[in-house]
């Protein structure tokens, strides 16, 4: 089962920021907390991670709060291309190999 | 994108026929996983390797089996394909999974798509 929870659907026109919200309430102290995306049909693929403190990368910020129940992952300027289903995901560790959870995501859809 | 490769792309087969799925990478990445994708349930993982010949299942494994021989290849079967194997299969790979707590990015093939009849 998935230890996130996403809305399932956002609008954001183009050029402004997309804030996509994850609720992680069951996160444990050493867990971290990873968005990918998915584009049509395409394999998912990794934007950002981050454990206790806010990250930026070239294609995202990622904001946790300090309890870390919740994070918030923001595209600055959105585009056309960022149209993509969304997932937010907290790492379960089973004999060193990643396995990773992914719920039903969050399916932006980008406005011009 | 790591440099990873599945075979065939597309696929139809019947009710009770072997399919093998093959996923290829040429980044020497110790781990691999095969996921399915269907609607209404997002990716679940179906088994995973940690190296050569080291295998094992995750949460949706029955009805599927893995060989991995060689660091590049991870080879997903279906001994006896059903309607409700249907679906999108994806593999991927991690190079390192790390220390506990550290993370590595799992890159993603671009998909085998399916369909038993």
């Known amino acids: 089962d998935a230890k996130t929870t996403q809305p399932p659907s956002m609008d954001c026109a183009e050029g402004r920021a997309a804030n996509l919200p994850c609720n992680h309430s069951?996160?444990?102290?050493?867990?971290?907390v990873y968005w990918y995306r998915q584009i049509h049909s395409q394999g998912p693929q990794y934007i950002i991670h981050?454990?206790?403190n806010n990250e930026t990368n070239e294609m995202a910020s990622l904001i946790i709060t300090e309890d870390r129940k919740s994070s918030t992952l923001i595209l600055p300027h959105a585009t056309l291309r960022d149209t993509a289903v969304y997932y937010c995901?907290?790492?379960?560790?089973?004999?060193?190999?990643?396995?990773?959870?992914f719920g039903q995501g969050t399916r932006l859809t980008i406005n011009p | 994108d790591a440099g990873i490769t599945q075979s065939p792309r597309h696929k139809v087969t019947e009710t009770g026929t072997p399919v093998t799925l093959r996923c290829h990478q040429t980044?020497?990445?110790?781990?691999m996983y095969w996921y399915r994708q269907d609607p209404g349930h997002g990716l679940r993982l179906i088994h995973y390797?940690?190296?050569?010949?080291?295998?094992d299942k995750g949460e949706v494994s029955d009805g599927y089996s893995v060989s991995r021989s060689k660091t590049e290849d991870f080879l997903l079967t279906l001994e006896s394909a059903t309607s409700s194997q249907t679906s999108v299969y994806f593999c991927a790979t991690v190079m390192t999974s790390g220390r506990f707590g550290s993370y590595n990015e799992q890159f993603f093939g671009p998909g085998t798509r399916l369909t038993v009849l």
């Open positions: 981050g454990l206790k």
């Open positions: 069951t996160i444990s102290g050493n867990e971290y």
């Open positions: 995901i907290v790492r379960d560790v089973i004999q060193g190999a990643q396995k990773l959870v």
């Open positions: 980044e020497n990445h110790r781990y």
């Open positions: 390797s940690y190296g050569v010949k080291d295998t």
